[in-house]
């Protein structure tokens, strides 16, 4: 079993930059994600991080403005957010999977957070 909490979520104008973390408990996974909501729409993955090797895979829409860490000291997986739009306005939500290769398929994910809201100005 595998719980997450995630954190850091909050309201910025648009250019700004905010930092989200997702504290996890339990060892059942290899794989984390983070993925957003927005009224009306279907979730998408965001990024997700291998934590053995902390290989990384982006969606296009956040590629270059968004980066995915882990410290394993701490069973933290963090989502830097910089250049934030509008559009990226949503609940996000971390997740957690035991598996064999890296996706953005909330599907794939076993495990999910509460979630943190995140809402982006013009």
């Known amino acids: 079993q595998v719980q997450l909490v995630e954190s850091g979520g909050g309201s910025v104008q648009a250019g700004g930059s905010l930092q989200l973390s997702c504290v996890a408990s339990g060892t059942a996974y290899n794989y984390m994600g983070w993925f957003r909501q927005a009224p009306g729409k279907e979730r998408e993955g965001v990024a997700a991080?291998?934590?053995?090797?902390?290989?990384?895979i982006y969606a296009d829409s956040v590629k270059g403005r968004f980066t995915i860490s882990r410290d394993d000291a701490k069973n933290t997986v963090s989502l830097q957010m910089n250049s934030l739009k509008p559009d990226d306005t949503a609940m996000y939500y971390c997740a957690a999977r035991l598996g064999t290769s890296l996706t953005l398929e909330a599907g794939r994910y076993n495990y999910w957070g509460q979630g943190t809201q995140v809402t982006v100005s013009s």
């Open positions: 991080i291998y934590t053995h090797t902390a290989s990384t």
